[in-house]
């Protein structure tokens, strides 16, 4: 268990004057956009658990609200047959086809 890292080392001195190793769990890191990588908005940071986590619109907690909104785009002119599937982006095209199949 202690060999791996995602526990951290923490080398603490006790009181009896012998070095000890503590470990302690990583704190979570910040959620980021799926497409873009910025940080997300409106993510509480006291309480990281999933299900308070997540806004309650489509990608919330996943996409940034200008990444969700160019996605819902792109959905609506493939729909439409403006734009097909080749000329859309990698990481844009599976939230896409997930818009286009619902």
Same mark, same amino acid.
């Given at each position: 268990m202690h *060999? $791996?890292?995602s526990l951290r080392r923490l080398d603490r001195v006790t009181?009896?004057? *012998?070095?000890?190793v503590h470990y302690k769990r990583r704190s979570a890191s910040l959620p980021h956009c799926? %497409?873009?990588r910025s940080e997300l908005n409106g993510i509480s940071t006291a309480n990281? #658990? *999933?299900s308070t986590a997540s806004n309650s619109r489509k990608f919330g907690g996943v996409l940034c609200a200008s990444c969700s909104a160019t996605v819902i785009k792109?959905? $609506?002119r493939i729909e439409? #047959?403006?734009m097909k599937m080749n000329d %859309?982006? =990698?990481r844009e095209r599976?939230? =896409?086809l997930q818009m286009v199949s619902h």
């Open positions: *060999r $791996s890292r009181p009896n004057n *012998r070095h000890t799926a %497409i873009c990281r #658990g *999933r792109l959905a $609506s439409h #047959g403006e %859309i982006g =990698v599976a939230f =896409v």
